[in-house]
Each structure stands twice: as structure tokens, then as C-alpha cells.
């Protein structure tokens, strides 16, 4: 199976502009959680998605959104760029049917986002 | 309150030697627990976990991880590291008790450890 792919991988924007990431699970994956990582903080769960519906959201502002697509590619937006928006934007995805999760993440290889 | 500790910002171990990275951890209920490693400009890639039954558990690349209730811990060993080995371990626990406890939402990580093998 193909893992998770994320696109683009690399991307630099100025300060308020806005941006949109984009990830597509593992084929079968219906659950799909982006993480923001940073050297300080770590990784910081964002939000989660299940059949197209979030589940949770992190601690962030909301100029970060995100949705699932009825085919499970899930995308995030990040509106307004702040300097400390800069980071590693990661996806996982899972293996989640109703009650059944497995609960191990598949990530993709991130987003690299730089803000100037 | 909930919490994973990794105790060590940076582990060093000469190859071929055996390596330990610590993770120890508090949760109100049964833990599950994992271990990820991320290669630089990778994102992360699932080693093992511990959801029930035997202490040690065994994962990918070698790597075994022993649950210890009494120390709440779940250190990830390996018995003789490889250069290739070096990379950033992250350890993350989910609360079984904890509402709602199959989200994402509810998954504490821990800061990370950079293992560094020298050859």
C-alpha cells in the first residue's frame, strides 16, 4: 500500500498570506489527525478528522481550519501567516472503523512551512 | 495530571553497544503506549506499542520496549545500536480511562530524544 503522501513539501509565504496543505492517507485509512511540530514545542495535535466530520481540535488560533473530503484526503488552511506559524506540519492517518481502532499512526514525510 | 516524560533531550551510544532511550509516564487508568522515531526531513514512523498482555514488546529494526507498571515506565532498548539508528524517538501514551479515549485528541507525547550512534 502507499503510504501517506502530503503536498507540497516545502513551501515559504509572507506574513499574512494564507496557505493550504494537503493529505491523502493510506488507502482504507479513515481517520486523519495533522500535527504541527516545532523545535520548542514539539509536536501539537491541530485537529482530527473521521468521515468527514472533526472529532477534536488543538489549542490553535482559528486561522487554522481544516476538512475531510469523502474520499478521506484530508486538507488544512492557515489563514492570516504569522511568523510563528513557521513549522513542520505533519498528517497521520488510521486505522479507525466505528468502536475498532488500531491506533498506531501512519505520518506522512510533513510540510515544511516557512513564514517571512 | 497526564503526562510523558522523556528525560533525556539527547542519548549517545557507541555502535554495536546497547542503547536504552527512558520514557516514563502518568495516567489515571491503563496506558496504552507507543514508541515512534522520525529520521530527519521524515515524518514519523511507528516502532512499536503496548496495549495488554506480555511486558516486552517487540517492534521494528530490533527495537524492544519493556512495560513496567510499578515504575510506570517504557524504555525503549535495543541490544546492539547501528549508525543507522540515529534519529529523534518520540514516546506518546493514551489514557484507557480518559473520555473519549480513541482520539487523537487524547494521545500525550513526550518531548523526544535524539539518539545519536557513533561509529
Known amino acids: 500500500k502507499a503510504g501517506v503522501t502530503q503536498t507540497p513539501r516545502y513551501l515559504i509565504k509572507t506574513r499574512g498570506q494564507q496557505v493550504t496543505l494537503s493529505c491523502s492517507p493510506i488507502?482504507?485509512?479513515?481517520?486523519v489527525s495533522w500535527y504541527q511540530q516545532t523545535p520548542g514545542q514539539g509536536l501539537q495535535f491541530l485537529f482530527e478528522y473521521f468521515s468527514e466530520t472533526q472529532r477534536n481540535k488543538g489549542n490553535f488560533p482559528g486561522r487554522f481550519s481544516g476538512r475531510q473530503f469523502s474520499n478521506s484526503r484530508s486538507e488544512m488552511n492557515v489563514s492570516t501567516l504569522e511568523l510563528g506559524d513557521s513549522a513542520l506540519y505533519l498528517c497521520?492517518?488510521?486505522?479507525?472503523?466505528?468502536?475498532?481502532?488500531?491506533?498506531?499512526?501512519?505520518f506522512g514525510p510533513g510540510t515544511r512551512l516557512t513564514v517571512t | 495530571a497526564q503526562s510523558v516524560a522523556q528525560p533525556e533531550d539527547q542519548v549517545n551510544v557507541a555502535e554495536g553497544n546497547p542503547l536504552t532511550v527512558k520514557c516514563t509516564y502518568s495516567?489515571?487508568?491503563?496506558?496504552?503506549l507507543f514508541w515512534y522515531v522520525q529520521y530527519p526531513n521524515r515524518g514519523l514512523q511507528f516502532l512499536l506499542k503496548?496495549?495488554?498482555?506480555d511486558n516486552l514488546v517487540k517492534g521494528s529494526y530490533g527495537f524492544e520496549a519493556e512495560f513496567n507498571k510499578s515504575q510506570t515506565s517504557f524504555h525503549l532498548k535495543k541490544p546492539s545500536a547501528l549508525v543507522s539508528d540515529s534519529a529523534l524517538y518520540f514516546c506518546?501514551?493514551?489514557?484507557?480511562?480518559?473520555?473519549?479515549?480513541?482520539?487523537?485528541?487524547?494521545?500525550?507525547w513526550g518531548a523526544g530524544t535524539k539518539l545519536i550512534i557513533k561509529p
Open positions: 506518546a501514551v493514551r489514557d484507557l480511562w480518559a473520555p473519549r479515549m480513541d482520539s487523537n485528541y487524547q494521545l500525550i
Open positions: 495516567v489515571s487508568g491503563n496506558p496504552y
Open positions: 497521520a492517518s488510521s486505522l479507525t472503523s466505528g468502536r475498532v481502532s488500531s491506533y498506531e499512526q501512519y
Open positions: 488507502s482504507g485509512h479513515r481517520s
Open positions: 503496548y496495549i495488554t498482555g
